[in-house]
């Protein structure tokens, strides 16, 4: 090799040698170093998978819009409520629902309770889905609204409250098709006079129609047709708020019964067996709507029970022998919330009513006990037909003739059928417990339809009874 080649060689084995001692003696390199940006400049964690928590929104920050309570219908009366108080129990309606008269759909209907209205707490029902709410104009002050329609606070503490028991259903006649009627929008009571005062026989189911026989001076109660074996009279009173009616305006205006008289009877003992009045009720002399109605009790009125009908049905409770000579009077369980009852007694029957009652309990009363014909018997136009109604005086005083009469009230469409006067004194007096027979001949218009005359029992230009003939004319 040549001597010129072999320099060379050299020079480029020292140059690598001196770039290797350079590079492993030297200061670490940081022109391009793999860390000049750490793996952690950006830390996965620089976001904290809980700056924004599972919770941050929770379920119920803004609670689910219930579905429109089916109970309430545009246009139902609003019940007139205290309103809640900030910091006391109370609930707010989430949406436009229903007050009713216990906790559970099957009650009677007080009125509408207006989404974003609210009302003071009183209580709960047993099963924790209802809350009582305090409604004055209720009979007992309270009325109760579902758990699934209101927003309620402040509610620890409030105490369970007993149900009270679902009032009777009434059977209310139907109508014809064309006939007056109305059609119940929700549960209501039906009622043995024009106002929430008068006791009630039981309540009319929703969607129920009847046909309308008569309505009040001021047009807000309505008469209805009733099943007479069940009310013996035939007829009741219905608020018409809670009903949608038709083909009303010819019916005649019907003057409101006489109510019974207030009774008041004597606190209970400590302990002792109760029943307390959940509505006006009436006390009878029997455990029966055929007993005589010796007066009316106040809602919340509660009496010392002594003994129970054999069915069950009717509580007879202690009452002042000046009031009543037996000192015991009945009322129907279907009215009443009871305590301590379980071990009372059953307490025969007494005998149905007698013919006179002690002249310390002055009663009036009148039942319709037939009719011939039957409403809604056909007759040919132009016809006249003979009329009779039987009635049995249900009172403790007699109907003297002398100020007792028979008195027209109104035609059904304002066609008369009977062709003479319009009043008749009674031909006897009627003593309690005997009949009296009234008669007379009507004739048919001439042209076809339904037609009807009410005509009422006076006593001392009062109202004891009304009575009513309906005839379809073909």
């Known amino acids: 090799m040549k001597k010129k080649e072999m320099i060379g060689i050299r020079a480029a084995i020292v140059a690598l040698l001196v770039v290797a001692i350079l590079t492993a003696c030297g200061p670490a390199a940081t022109t391009v170093a793999p860390t000049a940006v750490p793996p952690t400049a950006v830390p996965p964690t620089a976001v904290p998978p809980t700056a924004v928590p599972p919770t941050a929104v929770p379920p119920t920050a803004v609670p689910p819009t219930p579905a429109p309570d089916p109970a309430y219908y545009e246009g139902e009366p609003v019940a007139v409520v205290p309103a809640g108080v900030p910091g006391q129990p109370m609930v707010e309606a989430a949406i436009n629902t229903v007050i009713f008269g216990g906790p559970g759909t099957n009650y009677v209907v007080y009125g509408a309770f207006l989404g974003g209205v609210t009302a003071v707490a009183t209580g709960l029902s047993t099963d924790g889905l209802w809350y009582a709410i305090s409604v004055p104009v209720a009979p007992v002050g309270n009325g109760w609204v579902s758990a699934t329609y209101v927003l309620p606070s402040n509610i620890s503490g409030l105490p369970v409250l007993p149900s009270p028991p679902v009032p009777p259903t009434v059977e209310m006649v139907p109508p014809a098709t064309g006939d007056p009627q109305t059609t119940s929008l929700a549960q209501t009571f039906v009622r043995t006079g024009p106002g929430s005062s008068y006791p009630a026989y039981g309540i009319a189911q929703v969607g129920r129609t009847a046909r309308v026989i008569g309505k009040s001076e001021d047009g807000s109660w309505l008469v209805v047709r ?226 009807g005359e009410a005509w009422a029992l006076q006593q001392n230009g009062t109202n004891v009874c009304q009575f009513w003939v309906i005839v379809d004319v073909q």
Not at 262 to 269: G, S, Y
Not at 296 to 301: D, F, I, Q, R, S
Request: proline share 12%; net charge negative; aromatic share 8%.
């Open 226 to 451: 009733v099943n007479p074996q069940v009310v013996g009279l035939g007829y009741a009173w219905v608020e018409t708020a809670f009903t949608q009616p038709s083909n009303i305006d010819g019916v005649p205006v019907v003057a409101a019964p006489e109510q019974a008289p207030a009774a008041t009877v004597p606190p209970p003992p400590e302990g002792a067996p109760t029943a307390t009045a959940i509505d006006f009720i009436n006390l009878r002399s029997g455990p029966g709507t055929n007993y005589l109605i010796l007066g009316t009790a106040a809602p919340g009125a509660t009496g010392e029970v002594t003994g129970k009908s054999q069915d069950g049905l009717w509580w007879q409770i202690k009452v002042p022998t000046s009031f009543y000579s037996t000192g015991a009077a009945w009322v129907s369980a279907d009215w009443t919330t009871n305590a301590n009852t379980e071990n009372v007694p059953v307490v025969a029957a007494p005998p149905p009513p007698s013919t006179q009652l002690p002249s310390n309990t002055p009663t009036v009363g009148c039942t319709l006990v037939s009719q011939d014909p039957a409403d809604y018997t056909v007759f040919p136009p132009s016809t006249g037909f003979g009329m009779t109604w039987v009635l049995k005086n249900t009172g403790s005083v007699s109907w003297d003739a002398p100020n007792t009469n028979l008195v027209f009230l109104g035609a059904l469409n304002g066609q008369r059928l009977h062709q003479n006067g319009d009043l008749y004194g009674i031909s006897e007096s009627v003593v309690p417990g005997a009949t009296y027979t009234v008669s007379g001949s009507l004739i048919t218009p001439a042209t076809p339809g339904e037609y």
